[in-house]
């Protein structure tokens, strides 16, 4: 009898074909199309996914039709397949290369706050022009300043800190880059080490992110969040070369960084910080999720907002695999309990529907 | 601090010979609890005996509440010794209970000290049955009959007044006398030498603060419990205590026979709290 | 342009059975721990897997860590070996590691399962994978798992008696169906997956290994051949398993098996065997076919094969 039992096979397979048979064929031209015409979808995912890699999160994107959960699924799988070769060097603020960065704290920074890319003051009107088959429009280019602004920004929490504002950094050894607890590799205890708790809220659910940080800002959290510092900017990764020991560049990715304050945190009257970053541009989910570190940290949260709650219920994968999980047959686990059910209305209700007072008819074992 | 005798008009009402002047049941000695800036409890020291009713008296802030709590073996304090004479197979002779491990520190809790609380909710399980309340002592110390249970539920609901058509109701749904006599039954369930009561009449009515009271004085004869009695309610005290402390910032200013330090107290401060309360 | 393709060393595909063999050495190392511990939770840092969690992904890591090309895999899901699920399952790791398939639970050396534990008695040295939704039989009774770890260390389930207790003064009898809590080797309590309560005293004692893993969750757990499992009951009130002495597989008229109900429009009910692998040998040897059907944990009379282990009903006196 060494044969695989068929029944459910073909179902599968064709119940894939009809998924796919609503969407057109994958192209690399679609997937090129993705990425370059949708690089906020796909920092998106490259964050959930915590894998950067744009051309897979557009195929991902491509392949799973849209549906987001199943594209960062997608990644997520395959990420888990790869092996570690090594670690890139620690990067600091000042070195990024930053093209946006605001503060809401203060009318002015050092530095200056830089715009930079964002929808925040564009009316949200549909351009009803590009339907159909006219001309495609013109994209509208920006138009190239005269003098390049510096790429390079300190940081609006450094100047707080020296002002005293700020309690000031922990000190502890700098840990090597592949001894910083990892939330892929480890098993994850609670209270969670720091690594741990920005690296869950990095590739956490932006939706999920949101609803919980949405919360505390709402009134259901300790404290209220003002944005110190946003940034959106690109980052050199530099490694140093297993075999000549040069340092050398990987490459450039997109990074986005927040950090919000309170005055009346655990700290107070000092400043405390709440802090986020992850990879890709994805300013919503990163003021949420700094919002609820700075929350998280606090004596006695709100119950939704503590360290275990929030790592828990804002997992992308964990969250909707397992909602959608309840789509699978339960048939076995409900008839254990109508077996309960029945039993306790036979116990409590005699036939004409009075509650019974007697004890039970006797039952013999099985 | 020098030990009071215990007063002896209980004694020929105890069921089991007892030597006059055995050592105190409960013995502490120089007890220390800082929450922050606030130091709640300062060089604290008591010896209560078995059959006797302490009570620890002082305004809002005093400390008093935190004494019970350290007790109770809920916080651990600073400094401090905590013995208790318990029966000598336990084992735990002259030990510092605040020096024991966690698991150990639960059980001497769980076994050894009954505690009721002027809010029923930090005692009971509301939504629970309150024979659940009670029988939940006798699952933790390893019971595991149910028939048992039910009726040592039903035997420490009854030590405690408590009208036993509605044992299996609720909390939520008993009146606030009933719950106190619940939490009572819990606290009494495993017969514990140690009774702890953090203003338990507070918010009654008086009629239904008499009854209770009338319950605790009939248990503690019963059982010769040592009742350690936390007030702001001196008449409460007055009806039960047979000794009396005044707390005061955290220190005992004054101590002394109940009626020895209410109707001639030394203290300017016992003097206040005394005629105000007058 | 430059892709990256053109500049990195061509795919070579996957790792044989999907993980890396860092992600398998964590996992085996786990389910030794768990074996040396049993019914304690290990934790796991769980990868994810290209199918969705909480669809057993946990079962899955188990099982991928432990397969090789001389596996015999057995898959199913409530019992069904063709349920979509379970041949999604099955296709996928016998896509990834080569090993051979069955349905018959006496030929298998390893049986992934969601829900259900197989009629005829396994036997040494075969292991049982059961996909675990949430390992946690505190979770009821405490959220938050620090806390759940606490009283897993001072062996602390008193509220998981309080719950039994408040059932018996309620309904006058258990009203937990599937996941019945039971403690392992007179230690720790574990939730044995949601299987029905007829497959909960299979456990007990039992020749095989079992692994319990939840991937969602990350946490690992085993009850490791011939070790005490007792579901939660008070000493005179016993645990009960479902009662479906009545019911009759309306295909081989087997009883005394976990059957499925099959509602029908007239408001009968017809049954099957939920065991299909179980049904399938029963069906062939009515043919005349040679199969061989091993001994059951339930006999034809419904008596389990530990005596004594299962205690006729006891109806709880409320008193007042």
Same mark, same amino acid.
């Given at each position: 009898?060494?044969?695989?039992?068929?029944?459910?096979?073909?179902?599968?397979?064709?119940?894939?074909?009809?998924?796919?048979?609503?969407?057109?064929?994958?192209?690399?031209?679609?997937?090129?199309?993705?990425?370059?015409?949708?690089?906020? &979808?796909?920092?998106?995912?490259?964050?959930?996914? #915590?894998?950067?890699?744009?051309?897979?999160?557009?195929?991902?994107?491509?392949? #799973?039709?849209?549906?987001?959960?199943?594209?960062?699924?997608?990644?997520?799988?395959?990420?888990?397949?790869?092996?570690?070769?090594?670690?890139?060097?620690?990067?600091?603020?000042?070195?990024?290369?930053?093209?946006?960065?605001? #503060?809401?704290?203060?009318?002015?920074?050092?530095?200056?706050?830089?715009?930079?890319?964002?929808?925040?003051?564009?009316?949200?009107?549909?351009?009803?022009?590009?339907?159909?088959?006219?001309?495609?429009?013109? #994209?509208?280019?920006?138009?190239?300043?005269?003098?390049?602004?510096?790429?390079?920004?300190?940081?609006?929490?450094?100047?707080?800190?020296?002002?005293?504002?700020?309690?000031?950094?922990?000190?502890?050894?700098?840990?090597?880059?592949?001894?910083?607890?990892?939330?892929?590799?480890?098993?994850?205890?609670?209270?969670?080490?720091?690594?741990?708790?920005?690296?869950?809220?990095?590739?956490?659910?932006?939706?999920?992110?949101?609803? &919980?940080?949405?919360?505390?800002?709402?009134?259901?959290? &300790?404290?209220?969040?003002? *944005?110190?510092?946003?940034?959106?900017?690109?980052?050199?990764?530099?490694?140093?070369?297993?075999?000549?020991?040069?340092?050398?560049? *990987?490459?450039?990715?997109?990074?986005?960084?927040?950090?919000?304050?309170?005055?009346?945190?655990?700290?107070?009257?000092?400043?405390?910080?709440?802090?986020?970053?992850?990879?890709?541009?994805?300013?919503?989910?990163?003021?949420?999720?700094?919002?609820?570190?700075?929350?998280?940290?606090?004596?006695?949260?709100?119950?939704?907002?503590?360290?275990?709650?929030?790592?828990?219920?804002?997992?992308?994968?964990?969250?909707?695999?397992?909602?959608?999980?309840?789509?699978?047959?339960?048939?076995?686990?409900?008839?254990?309990?109508?077996?309960?059910?029945?039993?306790?209305?036979?116990?409590?209700?005699?036939?004409?529907?009075?509650?019974?007072?007697?004890?039970?008819?006797?039952?013999?074992?099985? | 601090?020098?030990?009071?005798?215990? +007063?002896?008009?209980?004694?020929?009402?105890?069921?089991?010979?007892?030597?006059?002047?055995?050592?105190?049941?409960?013995?502490?000695?120089?007890?220390?609890?800082?929450?922050?800036?606030?130091?709640?409890?300062?060089?604290?020291?008591?010896?209560?005996?078995?059959?006797?009713?302490?009570?620890?008296?002082?305004?809002?802030?005093?400390?008093?509440?935190?004494?019970?709590?350290?007790?109770?073996?809920?916080?651990?304090?600073?400094?401090?010794?905590?013995?208790?004479?318990? +029966?000598?197979?336990?084992?735990?002779?002259?030990?510092?209970?605040?020096?024991?491990? %966690?698991?150990?520190?639960?059980?001497?809790?769980?076994?050894?000290?009954?505690?009721?609380?002027?809010?029923?909710?930090?005692?009971?399980?509301?939504?629970?049955?309150?024979?659940?309340?009670?029988?939940?002592?006798?699952?933790?110390?390893?019971?595991?009959?149910?028939?048992?249970?039910?009726?040592?539920?039903? @035997?420490?609901?009854?030590?405690?007044?408590?009208?036993?058509? %509605?044992?299996?109701?609720?909390? %939520?749904?008993?009146?606030?006398?009933?719950?106190?006599?619940?939490?009572?039954?819990?606290?009494?369930?495993? %017969?514990?030498?140690?009774?702890?009561?953090?203003?338990?009449?507070?918010?009654?009515?008086?009629?239904?603060?008499?009854?209770?009271?009338?319950?605790?004085?009939?248990?503690?004869?019963?059982?010769?419990?040592?009742?350690?009695?936390?007030?702001?309610?001196?008449?409460?005290?007055?009806?039960?205590?047979?000794?009396?402390?005044?707390?005061?910032?955290?220190?005992?200013? @004054?101590?002394?026979?109940?009626?020895?330090?209410?109707?001639?107290?030394?203290?300017?401060?016992?003097?206040?709290?005394?005629?105000?309360?007058? | 342009?430059?892709?990256?393709?053109?500049?990195?060393?061509?795919?070579?595909?996957?790792?044989?059975?999907?993980?890396?063999?860092?992600?398998?050495?964590?996992?085996?190392?786990?389910?030794?721990?768990?074996?040396?511990?049993?019914?304690?939770?290990?934790?796991?840092?769980?990868?994810?897997?290209?199918?969705?969690?909480?669809?057993?992904?946990?079962?899955?890591?188990?099982?991928?860590?432990?397969?090789?090309?001389?596996?015999?895999?057995?898959?199913?899901?409530?019992? /069904?070996?063709?349920?979509? =699920?379970?041949?999604?399952?099955?296709?996928?790791?016998?896509?990834?590691?080569?090993?051979?398939?069955?349905?018959?639970?006496?030929?298998?050396?390893?049986?992934?399962?969601?829900?259900?534990?197989?009629?005829?008695?396994?036997?040494?040295?075969?292991?049982?994978?059961?996909?675990?939704?949430?390992?946690?039989?505190?979770?009821?009774?405490?959220?938050?798992?620090?806390?759940?770890?606490?009283?897993?260390?001072? /062996?602390?389930?008193?509220?998981?008696?309080?719950?039994?207790?408040?059932?018996?003064?309620?309904?006058?009898?258990?009203?937990?169906?599937?996941?019945?809590?039971?403690?392992? =080797?007179?230690?720790?309590?574990?939730?044995?997956?949601?299987?029905?309560?007829?497959?909960?005293?299979?456990?007990?004692?039992?020749?095989?290994?079992?692994?319990?893993?939840?991937?969602?969750?990350?946490?690992?757990?085993?009850?490791?051949?011939?070790?005490?499992?007792?579901?939660?009951?008070?000493?005179?009130?016993?645990?009960?398993?479902?009662?479906?002495?009545?019911?009759?597989?309306?295909?081989?008229?087997?009883?005394?098996?976990?059957? =499925?109900?099959?509602?029908?429009?007239?408001?009968?009910?017809?049954?099957?065997?939920?065991?299909?692998?179980?049904?399938?040998?029963?069906? /062939?040897?009515?043919?005349?076919?040679?199969?061989?059907?091993?001994?059951?944990?339930?006999?034809?009379?419904? =008596?389990?094969?530990?005596?004594?282990?299962?205690?006729?009903?006891?109806?709880?006196?409320?008193?007042?």
């Amino acid at each position: 009898m060494y044969v695989a039992a068929r029944g459910g096979e073909e179902a599968i397979q064709r119940s894939e074909a009809l998924y796919h048979a609503l969407k057109g064929p994958i192209t690399p031209q679609l997937i090129q199309g993705i990425m370059e015409s949708l690089p906020y &979808l796909v920092d998106r995912v490259m964050g959930e996914a #915590s894998l950067y890699a744009p051309e897979l999160a557009a195929l991902a994107i491509a392949q #799973s039709g849209g549906d987001l959960y199943e594209a960062v699924l997608l990644l997520r799988a395959y990420r888990s397949t790869q092996p570690r070769l090594g670690y890139a060097h620690p990067l600091t603020t000042e070195r990024l290369f930053t093209v946006r960065r605001i #503060s809401a704290s203060f009318k002015d920074i050092p530095g200056g706050q830089i715009l930079g890319p964002s929808l925040d003051y564009s009316h949200r009107i549909l351009n009803l022009n590009l339907l159909g088959d006219q001309q495609p429009a013109v #994209s509208e280019e920006a138009p190239l300043p005269e003098r390049p602004a510096s790429p390079h920004y300190p940081l609006v929490a450094d100047w707080q800190r020296q002002q005293g504002m700020l309690a000031p950094t922990p000190t502890h050894e700098a840990s090597a880059p592949q001894d910083i607890p990892d939330v892929t590799r480890d098993n994850v205890l609670f209270p969670a080490p720091r690594a741990h708790r920005l690296q869950a809220l990095a590739r956490a659910d932006t939706g999920g992110v949101l609803a &919980l940080g949405y919360a505390s800002m709402r009134g259901y959290g &300790l404290i209220h969040p003002t *944005v110190n510092e946003l940034r959106l900017a690109y980052a050199e990764v530099r490694m140093t070369h297993p075999l000549t020991g040069e340092d050398f560049s *990987v490459g450039r990715v997109r990074v986005s960084q927040a950090e919000v304050v309170s005055n009346g945190g655990q700290h107070a009257p000092l400043l405390t910080l709440g802090y986020a970053a992850t990879l890709g541009w994805n300013e919503v989910k990163l003021i949420a999720a700094a919002t609820l570190d700075m929350e998280m940290s606090q004596p006695n949260p709100h119950p939704a907002h503590t360290e275990e709650f929030v790592m828990y219920h804002t997992e992308a994968i964990e969250s909707s695999g397992f909602c959608i999980h309840f789509k699978l047959p339960h048939y076995v686990t409900f008839a254990s309990s109508l077996d309960n059910l029945r039993k306790v209305i036979s116990t409590f209700y005699s036939a004409d529907s009075q509650p019974a007072t007697a004890p039970a008819p006797q039952e013999t074992a099985p | 601090m020098t030990a009071i005798s215990s +007063p002896l008009s209980y004694l020929n009402r105890v069921d089991e010979p007892r030597l006059i002047g055995a050592a105190p049941l409960l013995r502490v000695q120089g007890l220390c609890k800082r929450y922050g800036r606030i130091q709640a409890v300062q060089d604290v020291s008591l010896d209560v005996y078995s059959g006797e009713i302490v009570g620890i008296v002082g305004e809002s802030g005093s400390g008093k509440s935190s004494v019970l709590r350290l007790l109770n073996l809920e916080e651990l304090p600073d400094e401090g010794r905590y013995t208790l004479a318990l +029966p000598t197979a336990i084992g735990l002779d002259g030990v510092n209970l605040f020096s024991l491990d %966690r698991f150990t520190r639960r059980e001497v809790q769980t076994q050894h000290i009954g505690i009721v609380y002027q809010n029923p909710h930090l005692g009971l399980r509301m939504g629970h049955t309150s024979s659940g309340n009670v029988a939940e002592r006798l699952l933790i110390s390893g019971e595991r009959s149910f028939h048992a249970l039910r009726a040592a539920a039903r @035997e420490a609901l009854a030590a405690s007044d408590f009208p036993l058509d %509605r044992m299996d109701d609720p909390p %939520r749904k008993l009146s606030g006398g009933m719950q106190q006599r619940v939490q009572l039954a819990k606290a009494i369930a495993l %017969r514990p030498r140690l009774l702890l009561l953090d203003e338990p009449t507070t918010g009654l009515d008086v009629s239904v603060q008499a009854l209770v009271l009338d319950t605790l004085k009939r248990l503690q004869r019963e059982r010769r419990l040592a009742i350690i009695i936390v007030s702001h309610d001196l008449g409460v005290i007055r009806a039960l205590a047979d000794r009396v402390l005044v707390m005061r910032q955290g220190r005992v200013i @004054e101590q002394g026979l109940t009626d020895q330090v209410l109707d001639d107290p030394q203290d300017a401060y016992t003097q206040q709290l005394v005629h105000a309360k007058l | 342009m430059s892709r990256l393709a053109a500049l990195a060393k061509p795919q070579t595909g996957y790792s044989y059975a999907f993980m890396d063999a860092f992600a398998k050495r964590e996992l085996r190392r786990r389910m030794l721990k768990a074996v040396a511990i049993p019914g304690y939770q290990v934790p796991y840092a769980s990868r994810e897997l290209p199918i969705a969690r909480g669809w057993g992904t946990g079962g899955l890591q188990a099982t991928l860590s432990l397969v090789g090309p001389e596996t015999v895999l057995k898959v199913i899901d409530q019992g /069904a070996d063709d349920s979509v =699920n379970a041949a999604n399952l099955r296709r996928f790791i016998t896509r990834m590691s080569g090993c051979q398939t069955t349905t018959d639970a006496l030929q298998a050396t390893i049986i992934q399962s969601r829900h259900r534990i197989p009629e005829e008695i396994l036997r040494e040295g075969q292991i049982l994978v059961l996909q675990v939704p949430d390992p946690e039989p505190l979770r009821a009774v405490q959220s938050d798992s620090s806390a759940c770890h606490h009283m897993h260390a001072d /062996a602390d389930y008193g509220q998981m008696w309080l719950v039994l207790y408040e059932q018996l003064v309620r309904y006058k009898r258990y009203i937990q169906g599937a996941s019945y809590p039971s403690l392992v =080797n007179g230690r720790y309590l574990i939730s044995p997956s949601p299987i029905p309560r007829w497959d909960t005293p299979k456990l007990h004692r039992a020749a095989h290994l079992t692994i319990l893993s939840a991937g969602r969750e990350k946490r690992i757990y085993a009850v490791p051949p011939y070790t005490d499992v007792r579901p939660l009951e008070f000493s005179d009130i016993p645990f009960q398993v479902e009662d479906q002495r009545t019911w009759a597989d309306e295909r081989t008229g087997a009883r005394y098996k976990f059957m =499925n109900e099959l509602p029908q429009a007239d408001g009968t009910a017809r049954y099957e065997l939920s065991d299909t692998g179980y049904a399938e040998k029963l069906i /062939a040897k009515q043919r005349g076919q040679a199969v061989t059907i091993g001994r059951t944990y339930y006999d034809d009379e419904g =008596n389990f094969y530990h005596d004594g282990y299962l205690k006729p009903p006891v109806i709880p006196e409320q008193g007042g």
